[in-house]
């Protein structure tokens, strides 16, 4: 009979065996694997189980070393050399016996470890597989809507609709432009009057200056010069007051041309 902890070692063999197995199965998908792995309950028993399975694990390292020692130990039984010492044959058999059971250890432990890495190996590749599955379906799905919405697309009614709603647009880009030289125009206008008025206003402020300066040199003449420059000093104001509504019309005017600018050049990139 094996001691306790062969026993161990080979119902670890046994179990990754079964396992390995049990992932051969055609009828299970990948993606159906991926699931189970990722479930709660196994990542729970993972996470409490994870340092108890490397301790298993090690005990096997160590297990196998036994068995290469007791290998070594017993291997040279039946060399010709050391036959002639045992004597017993009794002796001789138990021997055999035990170097019979450091090779059936050292195949126990050896399957072990190897299994184990095979078994993680199998593990890393079910998961790839069932990423794979997921990416293809997903770019499955992407192609069909994909081409789906080229259909959508080429149907004749709605590229009627569409170019019905093109020609509004270019409708309303003309619109747009027609009233933004409108605009343009006025604001033009608008612009050289002010102008005008603005060298008026300079003009009369002059003539205001050399008045009030020929007042102050005139003492005699000083009443009609006053009320000159009384009645000069209201145009001035007159003149003033014009050029700032002209000034406030230019301003609002070329507002007006800013909007109407920015709105044509979004039906350009529109179009």
Known sequence: MMSIQWSIAAGFLYLEMAF????????????????????????YLEAQSQFVFYCLLGLLGVFFIDALREMYRYGDVDDPKHQGTIRDHDKEVELHLKLFR????????????????????????IHN?????????AALKQAASASAAANRMM?????????????????????????RKDAEKNLQAV?????????????????????????RVLGGAR?????????????????SREYDR??????????????????????????
């Open 20 to 43: 390995i197995c049990l992932l051969m199965l055609p009828w299970i998908s990948a993606t159906t694997w991926r699931k189970i792995f990722k479930s709660r309950f196994l990542r």
């Open 102 to 125: 450091a090779q059936r250890n050292f195949y126990i432990a050896g399957f072990a470890l190897y299994l184990f890495w095979v078994l993680k190996r199998i593990i890393s590749m």
């Open 129 to 137: 597989q069932a990423n794979l599955i997921a990416e293809k379906e």
């Open 155 to 179: 149907d004749g009614g709605g590229d009627g609709k569409k170019s019905a709603e093109l020609v509004k647009a270019q409708e309303e880009l003309e619109e747009a432009k027609k009233a």
């Open 191 to 215: 612009k050289s009057q002010a102008e005008n008025t603005s060298r008026e206003y300079d003009r009369l402020l002059s003539e205001y200056e050399k008045l009030e300066k020929k007042v």
């Open 223 to 239: 009443k009609d010069a006053e009320k000159n420059l009384q009645a000069v000093k209201s145009q001035a104001e007159n003149t």
């Open 246 to 271: 002209l000034l406030s019309e230019y301003e609002k005017l070329e507002k007006k041309v800013r909007v109407l600018g920015g709105g044509a050049e979004g039906d350009k990139k529109d179009d």
